[in-house]
């Protein structure tokens, strides 16, 4: 019998889901006054029974199997002609076969089940025990048609998976766009405030130097403040205009970034080289765990950013009450990978971990930041389909888990 994790099943359930195969079967006995008929799945090495019509108690079900080497239908597969035999005793072709002789069969007819693309599916099949008047052309071309309508029906299904496929695919992929058109009003209302804010300041700040530097003795104290605030105002605007072009960037590197075989610990000492500063002055202690470290799935690039934010965030929002400790994790588990970022820092709020992943939204405003960091790593898990959580406990920690 069949098993459910064998890759014919789908092929079994495909002809199981065609409504007119029981009647067609039934036909084609009344047709040829023989005693069993059947649908097969023919490979090159695999004889399955996919749907069965046994009157005379031949004994093979659906799901059953037969020795490939011990069919007829395996020779079909190879010419792909019909074999039709009225009587195998007076057969001079098939009177010494094997096949007939195993399965004690005087009368056999089977016709090839071929699909459009030219695949060989298997065939449509009746044999008896005794012999029968089936070497005519009203049997054969009934069985060829039989055999179209199951070609057609089985292209059919293909056909609506393949778009159910694409469905899903276009659903995704409108929910994407949805997702990218919020985001991008949302930028663009906030990137606007926080655009006009410094240039405002900056103005005023203008006008007041100039009133300033117009006096005959000029307050040299009050000069160095407004120069500093206006350097506070072009930090800011600075700041929001490297934010629009990281997402700028993102958004057009997306569609060429390709998947690449990483490995995390050689990843993970890129990282921790690049944060070197920040690991030193905070004294940060990271671990890096991993049975298997080799994954696949993002590109070197963006794989990583992805670690760069989580890293570097853990230890900028670190407690002041103690070192802080990262532990980054990989494991796998039934063909997915679960990639986490633990740390001891300050933890989030219940009521702000939803908003974590929103651009702009800085949960903890001591410590530097334009707030889009964990919005771009959500947006390059989301490209490659994979899931991010957070678990956060206050003055506990957090940890990060992408799941690809």
């Not at 080289?273 to 696949?296: F, P, Y």
């Not at 570097?312 to 679960?338: H, Q, W």
Request: glycine share 4%; with cysteine.
């Amino acid at each position: 019998m069949i098993e459910i994790q064998d890759n014919l099943l789908k092929d079994l359930e495909a002809v199981r889901q065609i409504p007119i195969v029981p009647s067609m079967l039934e036909t084609v006995c009344q047709l040829t006054g023989m005693g069993f008929s059947a649908v097969a799945r023919v490979t090159e090495d695999r004889w399955l029974a996919c749907s069965v019509r046994d009157q005379v108690h031949f004994g093979l079900k659906e799901g059953d199997e037969l020795e490939i080497a011990t069919t007829l239908c395996n020779e079909i597969r190879d010419h792909r002609q019909p074999i039709v035999i009225d009587n195998v005793s007076e057969d001079p072709a098939y009177k010494d076969h094997h096949t007939p002789r195993i399965y004690g069969l005087q009368s056999y007819i089977s016709v090839p089940i071929i699909l459009k693309d030219g695949t060989f599916f298997g065939t449509l099949c009746a044999i008896d025990a005794n012999p029968a008047k089936v070497n005519n052309p009203k049997v054969i071309n009934t069985f060829r048609m039989f055999a179209d309508l199951l070609a057609f029906h089985l292209q059919s299904r293909s056909v609506l998976e393949r778009s159910y496929v694409v469905n899903l695919e276009l659903q995704r992929k409108n929910s994407m766009l949805r997702d990218a058109n919020f985001d991008l009003d949302s930028f663009v209302f906030t990137a606007s405030h926080d655009l006009k804010s410094p240039v405002a300041n900056i103005e005023g700040l203008l006008s007041i130097l100039s009133d300033a530097v117009s006096k005959e003795e000029m307050d040299r104290e009050e000069i160095k403040q407004i120069t500093a605030m206006m350097k506070t105002s072009l930090k800011r605007f600075s700041a929001t205009i490297r934010d629009l072009t990281t997402i700028v960037e993102l958004d057009k590197a997306g569609a060429d970034e390709k998947a690449a075989a990483l490995d995390l610990y050689d990843i993970m000492e890129s990282v921790k080289q690049d944060l070197q500063s920040l690991i030193v002055e905070s004294g940060a202690e990271i671990e890096v765990i991993a049975t298997d470290s080799r994954l696949t799935g993002f590109s070197l690039r963006n794989f990583k950013s992805i670690l760069t934010n989580l890293v570097s965030n853990a230890i900028k929002y670190r407690s002041p009450d103690r070192t802080p400790e990262v532990i980054v994790k990989l494991e796998k588990s039934d063909g997915k990978s679960y990639l986490s970022v633990q740390d001891n820092g300050l933890g989030i709020p219940a009521k702000k971990q939803h908003n974590v992943f929103t651009m702009f939204k800085r949960l903890h405003n001591h410590v530097e930041g334009s707030g889009i960091g964990l919005y771009i790593v959500k947006r390059m898990v989301d490209r490659v389909q994979g899931e991010i959580k957070v678990e956060s406990e206050l003055d506990k920690g957090t940890t990060f888990t992408i799941v690809f």
